[in-house]
C-alpha cells in the first residue's frame, strides 16, 4: 500500500539528510531489515492515533532545530558521588577520555560501531528484534528509523551481578547536534543489573534501548532527563522478561521543549514483574509524552505504570498508557495511574488509558486524573507558619511521591526528590 503523500515527502526529505546504510558484518544486515521497515511505515503525522496529542514535525524535519546550551553550576551532576562505571557520549559521539574503562565483572561492554562488523555476535538476536516486535500492533517510526541510522550505542551482556552500576552520560555541545544511540542489554538467568542514564544529549536525541531480562534476572534503569530547554528528545524502551524476572524502570523529566519517552514490555514468562514510572516537571514552552505499552502473555504476572506530571505556564503533559492481557495470561495484576497537578489554568493533560484484557481471573485497574493544588492542604500549612511558596513545593513533592516510591535505591530517591526541591525553588509557583 503507498504512503500518503505528505508522509513520503517527510521520509524522504528525512532520509536525505542521514548518511547512506554502510557498514559490514550482522549490523549492516539489522540496519537494511529496519530501514525497509521504515519506508513501509514513513513517517508519523499529527493525524495519527498515537500522534494526535504531540506534533510530530520538529522530529520529522531534516535537521535537528537549535537547542541552545544550558551550563548547570549549581549543583552538582546526577549520579555524582556513586561508584560507577562511566560511559560519555557527546552530542551521540563516544568520549573515551571522559569514559571509564569498560570493564566490570560479573559484565562484558562493548561499542556497537566495533562490535557490529563481526559477522557473528549475540548483540544480533536483539538488536532491531524487539522493536520489530514492538511494531505491532501501534507502528513506531522513529524507533526503526534508530535501528536503521544508529551510529554508536553500547552493547550489555550481563552473566552475573554487576559489581557497580553502569553510568550512561549523554553531554549537548553543538548547537545543531542531531545524536542517534542505540543501546542492547542482555541479562542473562539470575543476572542483575543497574543502568543508570543522564544528561540533555544533543539538540535533537533518538534512542533506542533494547532489553532482554531472561528467567530470575534483575534489572534496574533510572534516568534523568533535563536540564536545556530547547533540546528535543525521542526515546524507546523495548523490553522482554522472563519467568520471575523483574524490570523496573524510572525517568525524572526536567524542562525540554518537547520529549517522548515509549516504552514497550513483554511480560513472556509467569511470575514476571515490571514497573515503569516517571516523575515530570515542565514550565511554559514544554510538552512531554510518555506511551506505554505492557502486555502479559504469561501467568501471575505483575506490572504497574505510575506517572505524576506537574505542569506550569502553559505546559502541556500526554499520557497514553496500555494494558494488554493476552488469553491464557490468568491472575494477571495490571495498575496504571496517570496524574497531572496544573499549578496554573494555562497547563494542560491530555490522557489516554487503556486496558484490553482476554483472560478472565485478572486484576486490573486504571485512574487518570487533573487538578490543582488542594486549597484545604494549602491553607493547613499556611496556618501552621508555612510560606506559601515553600507549602506549595511540600504538596508537589507530595503528589509525586508515589512515582519516585517505584525507585528501589532510596540514595537515588532522596537525590532526586532534592533535584525537584531544587527545580520548586528555581521556577516558583503562581500564588
Not at 561508584?83 to 556497537?112: C, N, Q, Y
Not at 533540546?231 to 523483574?246: D, N
Not at 503533559?317 to 496517570?338: C, R
Not at 487533573?370 to 513533592?397: C, H, K, N, W
Request: glycine share 8%; hydrophobic share 40%; net charge negative.
Amino acid at each position: 500500500m503507498a504512503l500518503p503523500q505528505a508522509r513520503e515527502d517527510a521520509l524522504q526529505a528525512r532520509l536525505a539528510a542521514l548518511p547512506a546504510l554502510s557498514g559490514k558484518g550482522w549490523l549492516a544486515t539489522a540496519r537494511s531489515d529496519a530501514l525497509t521497515r521504515l519506508q513501509a511505515m514513513g513517517l508519523p503525522a499529527r493525524r495519527d492515533e498515537y500522534w494526535r496529542y504531540t506534533d510530530p514535525a520538529s522530529l520529522n524535519v531534516a535537521e535537528a532545530p537549535l537547542a541552545h546550551r544550558f551550563d548547570a553550576t549549581d549543583e552538582a551532576a546526577p549520579f555524582d558521588g556513586m561508584d560507577r562505571l562511566k560511559i560519555v557520549f557527546v552530542d551521540g559521539v563516544f568520549d573515551p577520555v571522559a569514559s571509564d574503562d569498560l570493564t566490570l565483572a560479573g559484565v562484558t561492554i562493548e561499542r556497537l560501531s566495533r562490535a557490529g562488523e563481526a559477522d557473528i555476535h549475540w548483540a544480533q538476536g536483539l538488536y532491531g528484534v524487539l522493536e520489530t516486535r514492538g511494531q505491532s500492533p501501534v507502528a513506531r517510526p522513529f524507533a526503526a528509523l534508530n535501528s536503521a541510522f544508529a551510529t554508536d550505542g553500547v552493547l550489555i551482556h550481563v552473566t552475573g551481578r554487576a559489581a557497580k552500576p553502569v553510568s550512561l552520560i549523554y553531554v549537548h555541545e553543538s548547537e545543531t547536534s542531531d545524536a542517534i544511540l542505540h543501546h542492547c542489554v542482555k541479562l542473562e538467568p539470575g543476572a542483575e543489573l543497574t543502568l543508570l542514564e543522564n544528561g540533555p544529549a544533543a539538540a535533537r536525541f533518538s534512542k533506542v534501548l533494547e532489553v532482554e531480562v531472561a528467567d530470575g534476572a534483575q534489572f534496574h534503569h533510572i534516568r534523568i532527563q533535563g536540564r536545556d530547554h530547547e533540546r528535543r528528545a525521542v526515546t524507546h524502551v523495548f523490553a522482554r522478561l522472563g519467568v520471575k524476572s523483574e524490570m523496573r524502570s524510572f525517568t525524572l523529566t526536567a524542562n525540554g521543549r518537547l520529549t517522548r519517552n515509549e516504552a514497550v514490555i513483554e511480560l513472556t514468562g509467569d511470575e514476571g514483574r515490571a514497573h515503569v514510572a516517571g516523575a515530570t516537571v515542565g514550565d511554559g514552552d514544554f510538552l512531554h509524552d510518555d506511551t506505554v505499552f505492557i502486555t502479559h502473555a504469561a501467568e501471575a504476572c505483575e506490572s504497574r505504570q505510575v506517572f505524576k506530571k506537574v505542569l506550569m505556564n502553559g505546559a502541556t503533559g500526554v499520557f497514553q498508557g496500555k494494558i494488554l492481557v493476552k488469553p491464557g495470561a490468568q491472575k494477571t495484576d495490571g495498575y496504571q495511574i496517570s496524574q497531572s497537578l496544573l499549578l496554573d489554568e494555562d497547563s494542560q493533560f491530555l490522557a489516554k488509558p487503556e486496558l484490553e484484557i482476554y483472560a478472565d481471573d485478572v486484576k486490573c485497574s486504571h485512574g487518570s486524573t487533573s487538578g490543582a493544588i488542594d486549597e484545604t492542604a494549602l491553607f493547613y500549612l499556611r496556618s501552621r507558619g508555612v510560606p506559601r511558596r515553600s507549602a506549595q513545593a511540600l504538596l508537589v513533592l507530595a503528589f509525586l511521591a508515589e512515582a519516585i516510591q517505584e525507585i528501589a535505591d532510596e540514595n537515588i530517591a532522596e537525590d532526586i526528590r532534592a533535584r525537584l526541591e531544587r527545580w520548586l525553588a528555581r521556577h516558583g509557583t503562581k500564588g
